[in-house]
């Protein structure tokens, strides 16, 4: 069974603070997605990262895929109220066809 | 194009009582599948389907019966309610093919209560 641990598991911030949460595994994963997730809607796709040592960036997000294909971390520059929601972090291990594996998520609160 | 649509947006039941949960989706994905959402529990994949006519278990799938009859539709059968499930279900679909072949579409989740 794959496993994917989210930390923190909670962060409140003050808006323009920059931030970092974490996803890791002992598994290796073919392809690592982000998703956000607000209040009473389903997870949106924020980025998917396939290459190990990897970096994309999204305005004023940045994320990065681990050398071994094992974790991935979301860093925010100067989070603002809208980034407000749940973070998950989900992994596709290699032979699984389309299944995903997902982490418990990162509620993220930016006060303004 | 609507994206996954998911009925009905919330629920109550009774325990014992059964319901079906309706998804469907116009992108024609060939997956589609079904996760329970539960406080500090992620998402949890109960049952998938890979195409018109092909389902198979996920994570959790004690309590549900799935089939898929049609590419588009892809709905959830709670056979016999229990308070254990109560939670929030999301209906989702992908590509199945391709670079991002698991990048996964939601629906906006139904919101079940049994008691």
């Known amino acids: 069974t794959q496993l994917l641990e989210q930390s923190p598991q909670f962060l409140s911030i003050q808006e323009g603070e920059n931030l970092t949460v974490y996803c890791n595994s002992s598994s290796v994963f073919s392809s690592l997605q982000w998703y956000r997730q607000e209040p009473g809607e389903g997870p949106v796709l924020l980025v998917t990262v396939v290459t190990g040592g990897e970096v994309k960036k999204l305005k004023r997000l940045t994320f990065q895929f681990g050398d071994a294909r094992k974790d991935s971390s979301l860093h925010i520059t100067a989070a603002q109220p809208g980034d407000t929601g749940l973070y998950l972090c989900?992994?596709?291990?290699?032979?699984?066809?389309?299944?995903?594996?997902f982490g418990k998520g990162t509620l993220l609160t930016v006060n303004p | 194009n609507a994206g996954v649509t998911q009925t009905p947006k919330f629920q109550v039941l009774k325990t014992g009582q059964s319901m079906t949960l309706q998804c469907a989706q116009d992108?024609?994905?060939?997956?589609m599948s079904w996760y329970r959402q539960d406080p500090g529990m992620g998402l949890r994949l109960i049952h998938y389907?890979?195409?018109?006519?092909?389902?198979d278990q996920g994570e959790v799938p004690n309590g549900y019966n799935v089939s898929r009859s049609t590419t588009e539709d892809f709905p959830l059968r709670l056979l016999s309610a229990a308070p254990s499930q109560t939670s929030v279900y999301f209906c989702?679909?992908?590509?199945?093919?391709?670079?991002?072949?698991?990048?996964?579409?939601f629906g906006p989740g139904t919101r079940l209560l049994v008691l």
């Open positions: 389907s890979v195409g018109a006519g092909i389902t």
């Open positions: 992108m024609n994905h060939e997956y």
């Open positions: 989702a679909s992908s590509y199945g093919a391709g670079e991002f072949r698991e990048t996964q579409y």
């Open positions: 989900a992994g596709a291990g290699r032979g699984s066809n389309y299944k995903l594996t």
